[in-house]
């Protein structure tokens, strides 16, 4: 896949597996790898910036495997921006869709 299309809907994808539960890094990119191919250093970053604008919250979770981990849930103002995001990926998603069925007619 294209690099400047998984810079722009990654964002998306975090905010909505971690709107499902809460989740630790490791984890998260776990789920991701199965919509796209990513690796830790894409995710962590992200989670960062997420977190430092307030859509995420963190906690630390005992772990029988090793040390505790940094889980991340999400917050209303994250919500909110998974809210905005899909719509805004609908719209444009729609949009390019119907210009490519377009092109094959």
Known sequence: MDTQFKKGVLELIVLF????KDIYGYELVLEVSKV????????YPLLRRL???????TYLKE??????????HI???????KDTLVETW???????????E???Q
């Open 17 to 20: 597996i971690v709107s499902e």
């Open 36 to 43: 796209l191919e990513v690796n830790e250093g894409t995710i």
């Open 51 to 57: 977190t430092n604008e307030k859509y995420f919250e």
């Open 63 to 72: 772990s029988s495997e090793g040390p505790p981990r940094k889980y991340y």
């Open 75 to 81: 917050t209303s103002l994250g919500k909110s921006r």
């Open 90 to 100: 609908r719209n444009f998603s729609k949009k390019v869709n119907k210009l490519i």
């Open 102 to 104: 377009g092109e094959k």
